[in-house]
């Protein structure tokens, strides 16, 4: 795949009735001043088969020809059906989002000093890439030893926390914004193929952390967004996300009004307390022990 660089972001998606990969992969970019830019390359991992089924992502690869000429971002699909033996569907989809995590993994070693996973479905805070490039020297300065940099939390946390596996278990929630070393790839691709039929995704990770003997340590704020209201899986509600995501009032109202009118138009049933359930969520997440 050629072009060496010092971050490599990771991003797996499949087709979505309602889509969200453009608008993830604009925000980014748009995060990014040009020099860091150049430190950084993007990799799409596309999991549907025919991978020409999924338009959005053909739509990203034409709306940022010049990035994918330049090596900066790259679209890489699965060429054949996963064979999955649960007849279980939410069973089925979450191991195939463990082995097309694996699989993206596997395309991302040797291409950089450290490995970004994101999902989908988010937005990034403007000059990330140097927010993490500081962190990660300030733990190189330290002689710290960690498995996993943390840049995104649904929980409030302190700056700096290290997840203990109560912590881990109960807390960590989904993959995004989690730095791995890039040494690292090739062991937590094999750990994910070896239990991926044990767990969902996020906790198989978690857990290669812990049995690494690696540390697990969570900085806040956040410097990423989770937006999608519809998950992949049958369109269902998810509503997670950050509360300590730097963005201003009107841009949460914003975005809380996006995500009641894709809850309307998908759900209209659980529209009227879809807010109220919201406020009922963040107090509880407020109140919990991080």
């Known amino acids: 795949?050629?072009?060496?660089?010092?971050?490599?972001?990771?991003?797996?998606?499949?087709?979505?009735?309602?889509?969200?990969?453009?608008?993830?992969?604009?925000?980014?970019?748009?995060?990014?001043?040009?020099?860091?830019?150049?430190?950084?390359?993007?990799?799409?991992?596309?999991?549907?088969?025919?991978?020409?089924?999924?338009?959005?992502?053909?739509?990203?690869?034409?709306?940022?020809?010049?990035?994918?000429?330049?090596g900066t971002l790259t679209i890489e699909s699965r060429q054949h059906t996963v064979a999955v033996e649960t007849q279980d569907g939410e069973a089925r989809w979450?191991?195939?989002q463990v082995l097309d995590c694996a699989a993206l993994l596997d395309?991302?070693?040797?291409?950089?000093?450290?490995?970004?996973?994101?999902?989908?479905?988010?937005?990034?805070?403007?000059?990330?890439?140097?927010?993490i490039d500081r962190r990660v020297r300030e733990h190189q300065a330290a002689g710290r030893k960690w498995a996993i940099l943390s840049f995104y939390n649904s929980f409030p946390i302190a700056d700096g926390t290290y997840y203990s596996e109560f912590r881990l278990t109960r807390r960590y929630f989904g993959l995004i914004g989690q730095l791995v070393q890039a040494r690292d790839l090739s062991s937590l691709a094999a750990y994910l193929r070896r239990h991926y039929t044990e767990s969902a995704v996020d906790s198989l990770v978690g857990r290669?952390?812990?049995?690494?003997?690696?540390?697990?340590?969570?900085?806040?704020?956040?410097?990423?967004?989770?937006?999608?209201?519809?998950?992949?899986?049958?369109?269902?509600i998810q509503i997670w996300d950050s509360l300590q995501f730097p963005e201003q009032p009107n841009e949460r109202r914003r975005r809380l009004r996006a995500a009641l009118k894709e809850v309307k138009i998908h759900h209209p049933e659980a529209a009227l307390d879809f807010l109220r359930y919201r406020r009922r969520l963040q107090a509880v997440r407020m109140k919990a022990c991080c």
């Not at 991003?11 to 001043?33: E, F, K, N, W």
């Not at 860091?36 to 390359?41: E, F, G, H, I, S």
């Not at 395309?107 to 927010?131: K, M, P, R, T, W």
């Open 1 to 70: 795949m050629g072009r060496e660089c010092r971050y490599v972001i990771g991003i797996p998606t499949v087709r979505r009735d309602q889509g969200y990969l453009g608008r993830t992969v604009d925000s980014l970019i748009a995060a990014m001043p040009a020099d860091d830019l150049a430190r950084v390359r993007i990799v799409i991992f596309n999991g549907d088969v025919p991978a020409s089924s999924n338009a959005e992502v053909a739509a990203v690869l034409r709306r940022h020809a010049s990035l994918a000429d330049y």
């Open 94 to 96: 979450k191991r195939k």
């Open 107 to 131: 395309v991302c070693q040797g291409l950089s000093d450290y490995y970004l996973h994101l999902e989908d479905d988010i937005v990034a805070a403007s000059g990330f890439i140097a927010v």
């Open 208 to 236: 290669w952390a812990l049995v690494s003997g690696g540390a697990v340590i969570g900085h806040s704020p956040s410097l990423f967004q989770h937006v999608g209201v519809l998950s992949s899986y049958r369109n269902e």
